[in-house]
Nanobody, 125 residues
Framework: QVQLVESGGGLVQAGGSLRLSCAASGRTFSSYVMGWFRQAPGKEREFVAGINRSGSNTYYHDSVKGRFTISRDNAKNTVYLQMNSLKPEDTAVYYC??????????????????WGQGTQVTVSS
């Protein structure tokens, strides 16, 4: 089992940047496929980015390609989401998710077993 805690959200102007972090408990972090999701008010939770266990392969929703970068540091039990060129439509609660058996980059939120509590990202125009 793993516990996830996100941080790094906040209020930023359009065009700005934020870096989200997700710290995981436990000694088997490198066994988990990791993902970032987001949920805006009145909308379903949507896939943003995913990364495989070693960090060598990454996956992105088309809406964030070229602007967001997912990475992980297995020595620090942490996954990151660097968000650049932020737009008002990026405003949402951002969640990290983990799973032991999913294929990396799986976009279906319902398939991930472990979730953080979320961190709010607000982008003003």
């Amino acid at each position: 089992q793993v516990q996830l805690v996100e941080s790094g959200g906040g209020l930023v102007q359009a065009g700005g940047s934020l870096r989200l972090s997700c710290a995981a408990s436990g000694r088997t972090f490198s066994s988990y496929v990791m993902g970032w999701f987001r949920q805006a008010p009145g909308k379903e939770r949507e896939f943003v980015a995913g990364i495989n266990r070693s960090g060598s392969n990454t996956y992105y929703h088309d809406s964030v390609k070229g602007r967001f970068t997912i990475s992980r540091d297995n020595a620090k039990n942490t996954v990151y989401l660097q968000m650049n060129s932020l737009k008002p439509e990026d405003t949402a609660v951002y969640y990290c998710a983990a799973d032991l058996s999913l294929l990396p980059g799986s976009p279906r939120a319902a398939l991930y077993h472990y979730w953080g509590q979320g961190t709010q990202v607000t982008v003003s125009s």
